[in-house]
């Protein structure tokens, strides 16, 4: 009997937000094998200081929606919002890695590097008020 093989894309992910904002990529999964097998996966969030899929802690700015499905040989790849949110983070970089767990025998367990580098954006008008240096307030 065939067995699915796992076809997970991208193979990273590296984000670049401002400071207090969002962002969403996509990851795609399908499955390479003949017709009549079907996929399963289910995705967990590694953020340890090595992300390596041994510690689950999924972090709160990285999400992936949905966590969990499968899909049938020769249907469209499932598809995965994969999501950071820098609103409550500091200005710094952070690393976490998508676990996708599979029921394909020689990929049971796919590690998705994910890179998330937050900056201070545009911060001129941040505050609302135009500052003029040597100006007492």
């Given at each position: 009997?065939?067995?699915?093989?796992?076809?997970i894309?991208?193979?990273?992910?590296?984000?670049?937000?401002?400071?207090?904002?969002?962002?969403?990529?996509?990851?795609?999964?399908?499955t390479?094998?003949?017709?009549?097998?079907?996929?399963?996966?289910?995705?967990?969030?590694?953020?340890?200081?090595?992300?390596?899929?041994?510690?689950?802690?999924?972090?709160?700015?990285?999400?992936?929606?949905?966590?969990?499905?499968?899909?049938?040989?020769?249907?469209?790849?499932?598809?995965?919002?994969?999501?950071?949110?820098?609103?409550?983070?500091?200005?710094?970089?952070?690393?976490?890695?998508?676990?996708?767990?599979?029921?394909?025998?020689?990929?049971?367990?796919?590690?998705?590097?994910?890179?998330?580098?937050?900056?201070?954006g545009?911060?001129?008008?941040?505050?609302?008020?135009?500052?003029?240096?040597?100006?007492?307030?």
């Amino acid at each position: 009997e065939p067995e699915p093989l796992a076809a997970i894309t991208p193979s990273q992910f590296t984000f670049d937000v401002a400071q207090g904002a969002r962002s969403s990529q996509t990851l795609r999964l399908g499955t390479a094998e003949a017709a009549g097998t079907t996929l399963t996966f289910d995705i967990s969030i590694s953020m340890t200081d090595l992300p390596d899929c041994t510690q689950v802690d999924n972090p709160t700015w990285l999400t992936s929606i949905p966590g969990s499905g499968s899909v049938d040989a020769g249907a469209a790849a499932a598809i995965v919002a994969v999501n950071v949110d820098a609103t409550s983070l500091a200005v710094a970089t952070y690393a976490a890695a998508l676990c996708v767990g599979t029921n394909d025998p020689a990929h049971s367990l796919v590690e998705v590097p994910v890179t998330l580098t937050v900056d201070e954006g545009d911060r001129i008008f941040a505050d609302g008020f135009d500052t003029m240096p040597g100006r007492a307030h």
